[in-house]
């Protein structure tokens, strides 16, 4: 009945805080127990997810709940992905990751792209359970929308047309690549 939310990310902190909610489990983030960034040596999402929960879990003694996510762009082959973060720099700016992503794209006309998130659960003892989510979409160029996080103004979901920085949280949950890795682990733990 406590978790640990392995991320320094207030913008995942806050969406995975918002899916546990109906769940009454006391939640605290990777900052409140003082769980340092371990270093992403990874190469795929859930790699990464697991690394980081099993860190946590380590560090804190109670189960954690680590979140590696990122934006896959077909036209660029797969990138930004495990680098999504990183492409917004030190100063984690996502304004400049954005562009970025503009800029490679050029004119290419395929602008398809998919938020992608691994969710992995770990708990102190070193028994893991890891959950994938995806969410299919389309590219735009301006950013549109405040809300969210990261590249959600530049992302909207296949058959609807605001971007994720547009829509209301609980919209973004309905659909979201986090959202849908968080349901399965849903059926496979709190109601298996
Ligand atoms: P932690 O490792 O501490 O959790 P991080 O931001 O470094 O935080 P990642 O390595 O998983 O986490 O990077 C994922 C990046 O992908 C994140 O910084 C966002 O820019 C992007 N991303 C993931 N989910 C997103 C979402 O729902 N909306 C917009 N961008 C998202």
């Given amino acids: 009945d406590r978790l640990v939310i392995a991320s320094h990310n ?4 806050h969406e995975i805080a918002d899916l546990m909610r109906p769940y ?5 983030s990777a900052d409140d127990c003082d769980v340092p960034e371990p270093e992403e040596t990874g190469s ?6 697991e690394l980081k929960a099993r860190h946590a879990a380590e560090a804190s003694g109670l189960p954690a709940l680590a979140d ?3 934006l896959d762009v077909r036209a660029l082959n797969g990138q930004p992905g495990i680098y999504s973060a990183r ?8 304004n400049v990751a954005m562009e970025r992503v503009q800029q490679e794209l050029g ?3 395929d602008r398809h792209a998919a938020f992608v998130c691994a969710l992995c659960l770990a708990w102190p003892d070193g028994a893991v359970r890891t959950y994938e989510g995806r969410v299919e979409g389309t590219l735009v160029w ?3 929308g405040d809300r969210g996080f990261g590249y959600d103004p530049i992302f909207v979901p296949e058959g609807l047309d605001t971007t994720f920085g547009e829509m209301e949280p609980e919209d973004k949950h309905r659909i979201s690549h986090r959202a849908r890795a968080f349901e399965k682990l849903v059926e496979d733990i709190l109601e298996g």
Avoid: C, I, L
């Fill in 107 to 109: 004119d290419a006309e």
């Fill in 10 to 13: 207030p913008g995942k902190v």
């Fill in 142 to 144: 301006p950013p549109r």
């Fill in 87 to 94: 492409w917004a720099g030190s100063d984690k700016d996502f």
């Fill in 44 to 49: 795929t999402f859930a790699e990464n997810a």
């Fill in 68 to 70: 590696d996510s990122g």
């Fill in 24 to 28: 009454g489990v006391m939640v605290f």
